[in-house]
C-alpha cells in the first residue's frame, strides 16, 4: 500500500490548492481523497465569483 505523509479530505478550492503548496514548498507526500469523480464539483465551481 502506497503510503502519504498528508491527506486532504476533500478536491474543492482549498483541498486543491493546500496540497499544490504543500507538495511544491515541502518534500511531502500528498494525497487528496475526493468523494466526486471530479474536482470542485460543489460549491467551488458554483459560486458566483
Ligand atoms: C452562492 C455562493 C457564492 C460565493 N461567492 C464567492 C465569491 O464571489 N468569491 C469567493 O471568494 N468565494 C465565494 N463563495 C465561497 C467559496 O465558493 C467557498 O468558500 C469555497 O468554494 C469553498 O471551497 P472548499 O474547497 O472549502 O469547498 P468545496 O468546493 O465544497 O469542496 C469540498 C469538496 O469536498 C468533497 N467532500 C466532501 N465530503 C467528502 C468526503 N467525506 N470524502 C471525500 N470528499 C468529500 C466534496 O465533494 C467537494 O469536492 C461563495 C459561496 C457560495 C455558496
Not at 486532504?8 to 518534500?27: P, Q, R, V
Amino acid at each position: 500500500m502506497e503510503k502519504f505523509d498528508i491527506a486532504i479530505i476533500g478536491a474543492g478550492i482549498l483541498g486543491t490548492t493546500i496540497s499544490y503548496w504543500l507538495s511544491t514548498l515541502y518534500d511531502l507526500n500528498v494525497c487528496v481523497i475526493e468523494k466526486e469523480n471530479d474536482v470542485a464539483k460543489h460549491t467551488s465551481s458554483r459560486n458566483t465569483g
